[in-house]
């Protein structure tokens, strides 16, 4: 069964205050992995796909990585709009059409 | 443009009901989703259609009927709903189904009294 877990849960950060963000997954062979941003009652925002090992990709303060086991998302110099619940998830396997699994999740707040 | 629309807003209905939300997507996507979410919760698939065509129905209950009259249209038909049901119902659509990135709606806030 696939399986992606998000590290921290939660984490508060000071404007200016870089971090990252975990997303570690166990599936039968990844073919896509996916990054979103969610405010609070909205839908997820797309941000990121990173389909292999050693594949990067950057949007202003973000920055997503991908490792055989791992996905990073670097936030740069945060500022308060950056607060959100930031959403990995993946593709994997060759019968798994078009179901993501996605992670728990980490509800990033930034503070001025 | 990476916009899916969805109404109503919010929709608020009584076990009874029969209530209709509707997703609207104009990027000339081949397919389209329903995902529900709960409160701290990422979103669990419902259903999804290729190509106009049901592929994937998350073992639904019958009381959650998908319609996909047209290429951009998406809906999801409500009937006898229980109050576990209330929860953020989120439409989306990609490209094709395999490996694009899904855009997803605003979302409808369903509460069911």
């Known amino acids: 069964e696939d399986q992606v877990t998000q590290s921290p849960e939660a984490l508060r950060l000071q404007e200016g205050e870089s971090s990252s963000l975990n997303c570690s997954y166990t599936v039968s062979g990844l073919r896509g992995l996916f990054w979103y941003r969610q405010d609070p009652g909205k839908g997820p925002e797309f941000l990121f796909t990173l389909y292999s090992a050693g594949e990067e990709k950057e949007k202003e303060r973000l920055k997503a990585t991908l490792t055989k086991k791992e996905s990073f998302l670097h936030i740069t110099a945060p500022k308060p709009e950056d607060s959100a619940t930031y959403l990995c998830a993946v593709q994997a396997g060759e019968t798994s059409g078009s179901r993501l699994t996605f992670g728990e999740g980490t509800q990033l707040t930034v503070n001025p | 443009d990476t916009e899916v629309t969805q109404t109503p807003k919010h929709l608020v209905m009584g076990m009874t009901n029969k209530k209709s939300l509707k997703c609207e997507q104009h990027?000339?996507?081949?397919?389209m989703y329903w995902y529900k979410q709960k409160a701290k919760k990422p979103p669990e698939l419902m259903f999804v259609?290729?190509?106009?065509?049901?592929?994937i129905n998350e073992s639904v209950p019958s009381r959650f009927s998908p319609e996909c009259p047209n290429s951009s249209l998406l809906n999801l038909h409500l009937h006898a709903l229980q109050p576990e049901d209330s929860a953020l119902y989120l439409c989306?659509?990609?490209?094709?189904?395999?490996?694009?990135?899904?855009?997803f709606g605003p979302g409808t806030r369903l509460t069911v009294t």
């Open positions: 990027m000339g996507h081949r397919a």
């Open positions: 989306a659509s990609s490209s094709r189904t395999d490996l694009y990135e899904q855009y």
């Open positions: 259609y290729s190509y106009e065509k049901l592929s």
